[in-house]
């Protein structure tokens, strides 16, 4: 069954509802049961009784009216129920209606005659819903969802909470009611704040225990549960949002300002209070990124319960701070600068925001963008290997400097923050520049000041940004924090960041290798060839041969196959001619596909897993090695279904790529690439640690094209396949050869190249390939008879 989805994701505001107007609310009688289920879907939802001990026939059953427990039942009743009231909501259209399942409100600014009544039970009746006598509410005061509605105000109906916190349970319990009723009662960040850490653990019933603070909280916030109310609506008066700032968190209400009875003075009333989230989304979050974030979760939730944007913004901030927060935050210019509301800068006087003893404001920040003039400057940077953090600064006597040991669990990121909090501590009462060339550290010191902190687990971080945010809040002159980009320059501020390099440098200790044991430690890494060895670290084959024979994994695999064997037509240059190949890995699974290529001139392979040998897998495979290898002249494959199709060839002609195979159902034609399966697939094996399918064929083919060396080589196939060599195995002379086909000695011909059991000899018909058995030397004499016949 497909889930309907919730047609109400919140409930109804009661405090929409205008001051003084008159309500009638209503509940329905066994809401699901009086749904009457169509007749062609009753079949829909049968189900059987058995019988005990089948002492007689199964009793089969049928819902006729809507099921409880149905995935959908709850929608389909919001739907039947929203339908049966249409008829009065066009009847009456100065009623507001509230609905929302079962319960229903109604508020006009007349009582509700029994005439209107009588219309609303017949409305419901007619489609099979009865409204339950008992449940109905006309005098204050009225409940509705939760809430306490009198004519003017509004309160939650539960006004005790649970301060006998034993488990985690009951915890989560208690701040999910606090939550709940957060928005009548206004609950500051500050108090939620405390009790956060009673939510830490998984198990429900851990035991939980209030300290003698979180105690005196939940205290008050009883308190404030008994004698906070909000407001219900003033007719034809607009909506405002006023954010107040306390001592370490905003917190804003939706308002509405009335004139006192017998006075001029306007008061205010609060209809909802919003909040900003206690954890910040980011580590370190600044108050202005938290204001523009609250002005538009208030802008939004008025323009969501009354249809308008609010009309005034009220801001805790002086004009002359406000003028330069809009002038440097785009965030707050986005938030502000739309909808036409007017803003005030002050703080809003009320006695209904009495409570708020302590309302701040937001200021301006004491930090400066740029360098300060006449200040002190301080450098500081640290060291991960000498676990050490420097300060130094030059005053009349030169240049001074402080040495800070670190802690066995600093980084070196909080061995720099560190040297920050450091010097903010001791130049409090003077302006000051702090000069490092950690991004990093800069970053954090730039947006600490009046920033919101997030939990983090790194109890040492976490420390030192509290200590670093209480050291500028305690400071009475500004300050400037810069970034150096370091090493860069040796005067100016480049001096006093080297000399700060310089005390947290830890002298080299450790032993120089021999090649020998680099050879190894590469090798255990790498798994490459004892050729490769040699050439990489300037060793003896015999040095190379015997750390490939003491690898646990590699001596398993001591059988010589290389890239370079076979006698098939090959290039005389690099992408002159490949040859492509499908070799399967089962380990690997979905990707069990392993696709290969290697060039004929240079060895070098290039192979991709992919999840089938379609033309698709094949395209995307040479896409992959035309982006590393290049583009070749001709490629040789055998005659694989995908090799020989039409789109396959399309796509050859695309590319301007010649296309030959081999004999049909004969690996001889592919001896090349065959070979260079076999090695990748051994390769492959000394890597079966590598848990990733694509990163393990990627280190393959990084040992096999850039550390190996195969065969005649001395160089290892990437390096061979990027670097031109015009005179690479040529040979000056020429030589008799047999016609593979004839059985005919020809020549003589001049010899283009000399491969191990191979020699390409130039022949009328181009380069020809041919055993090094068939192929003899042209001696003068043979020459010469040759000439005479």
């Known amino acids: 069954m497909c889930a309907m989805g919730a047609l109400q994701p919140g409930l109804p505001n009661p405090a929409m509802i205008p001051e003084g107007w008159k309500l009638l609310i ?3 009688k066994d809401c699901f049961f009086t749904i009457a289920l169509h007749d062609n879907d009753k079949q829909r939802f049968a189900f059987t009784l058995p019988a005990i001990n089948r002492e007689g026939p199964y009793q089969r059953f049928e819902w006729t009216v809507l099921p409880q427990g149905m995935r959908n039942s709850p929608t389909l009743c919001q739907l039947y129920v929203d339908a049966a009231l249409q008829s009065i909501r066009r009847a009456w259209p100065k009623t507001i209606i509230y609905h929302y399942m079962d319960d229903i409100l109604l508020a006009q600014e007349e009582i509700f005659s029994l005439q209107q009544k009588n219309a609303l039970a017949a409305a419901l009746k007619q489609m099979g819903l009865v ?4 449940k109905i509410q006309e005098t204050s005061p009225w409940k509705y969802l939760g809430w306490k509605i009198t004519d003017s105000t509004i309160q939650p109906q539960k006004l005790t909470i649970q301060s006998n916190i034993t488990t985690l349970n009951d915890a989560q319990k208690l701040l999910g009611d606090l939550q709940w009723i957060r928005p009548v009662v206004g609950i500051p960040n500050e108090l939620l704040n405390s009790l956060r850490p009673l939510l830490k653990g998984t198990d429900p019933a851990a035991k939980v225990t209030l300290s003698e603070q979180q105690s005196e909280i939940l205290q008050q916030i009883a308190s404030l549960i008994t004698t906070r109310v909000t407001h219900r609506r003033i007719p034809d008066r607009p909506l405002d949002f006023t954010v107040l700032c306390g001592p370490q968190y905003l917190m804003g209400a939706i308002t509405q300002q009335k004139i006192k009875t017998g006075e001029k003075e306007m008061e205010t009333v609060v209809l909802e209070w919003t909040a900003p989230p206690l954890q910040p989304r980011r580590t370190i979050q600044e108050k202005i990124d938290t204001l523009s974030e609250l002005i538009k979760k208030g802008r939004n939730r008025i323009l969501q319960i009354d249809g308008v944007p609010p009309s005034t913004i009220w801001l805790p901030i002086k004009p002359g701070d406000l003028e330069w927060y809009i002038q440097n935050s785009e965030k707050l210019q986005a938030a502000l600068l739309q909808d036409g509301a007017t803003i005030v800068a002050k703080t809003l006087q009320s006695t209904i925001l009495s409570w708020m003893e302590n309302q701040a404001w937001i200021t301006q920040p004491k930090r400066s963008d740029s360098p300060l003039a006449d200040a002190v400057t301080v450098f500081t940077d640290a060291g991960k290997r000498s676990k050490s953090a420097a300060i130094t600064w030059k005053d009349e006597q030169g240049w001074q400097h402080q040495i800070l040991k670190g802690q066995d669990n600093d980084s070196l990121q909080t061995l720099e923050l560190y040297a920050v909090v450091w010097t903010f501590i001791k130049w409090k009462d003077a302006p000051l520049n702090v000069v490092s060339d950690s991004l990093y550290v800069v970053g954090i010191a730039n947006r600490i000041e009046d920033s919101a902190l997030r939990d983090v687990k790194n109890e040492r971080l976490a420390e030192l940004l509290t200590s670093l945010q209480l050291a500028i809040a305690q400071r009475s002159k500004s300050y400037a924090v810069i970034h150096i980009r370091s090493h860069q ?7 006093g960041n080297a000399r700060a390099d310089k005390l947290v440098a830890a002298p080299a ?10 050879a190894r430690e590469a090798h255990a890494i790498f798994h490459q060839n004892a050729k490769g060895l040699a050439r990489a670290y300037k060793l003896s084959r015999a040095d190379a041969q015997a750390i490939v024979k003491a690898c646990p994994i590699c001596s398993n695999y001591n059988s010589g196959v290389g890239l370079g064997v076979g006698t098939n037509p090959r290039g005389l240059k690099a992408n002159e001619v490949w040859q492509m190949d ?4 089962p380990a ?6 392993l696709h290969v290529t290697i060039d004929t001139y240079s060895h070098m392979i290039w192979a991709t897993p992919q999840p089938g040998e379609k033309v698709r897998d094949v395209r995307r495979h040479l896409a992959s090695c035309f982006a590393v290898m290049g583009v070749p002249q001709t490629i040789k494959t055998d005659n694989g279904p995908a090799y020989v199709s039409g789109p396959f060839k399309r796509f050859m002609e695309l590319w301007d790529i010649k296309h030959i195979t081999g004999i049909p159902h004969s ?7 065959e070979r260079a399966n076999g090695t990748v697939k051994q390769y492959l094996e000394k890597f079966k640690d590598i848990i990733d399918v694509r990163e393990r064929v990627d280190k393959t083919l990084f040992v096999l094209n850039h550390l190996c060396v195969f065969g005649e080589h001395d160089e290892p196939p990437a390096a061979r396949h990027y670097t031109k060599s015009e005179n690479d195995n040529k040979c000056a002379m020429r030589v008799l050869y047999r016609d593979m086909k004839t059985g005919q000695w020809l020549g003589p011909a001049d010899v283009i190249y000399v491969g191990r059991g191979y020699v390409c000899v130039s022949s009328p018909t181009g380069p020809t390939w041919v055993p090094s058995r068939c192929v003899k030397p042209a001696i003068k004499k043979e020459e010469d008879d040759n000439d005479h016949g």
């Open 26 to 28: 209503v509940d329905l």
């Open 582 to 585: 499908v070799t399967h890995v």
């Open 667 to 673: 690996p001889t034609g592919q001896a090349i690439v």
């Open 588 to 593: 690997f699974g979905r990707l069990k596909y």
């Open 131 to 134: 409204i339950a006598p008992e």
């Open 489 to 495: 320059w040796m005067e100016g501020l480049g001096e």
């Open 509 to 518: 200790t450790e032993a120089p290798l021999s090649p020998f044991c680099r």
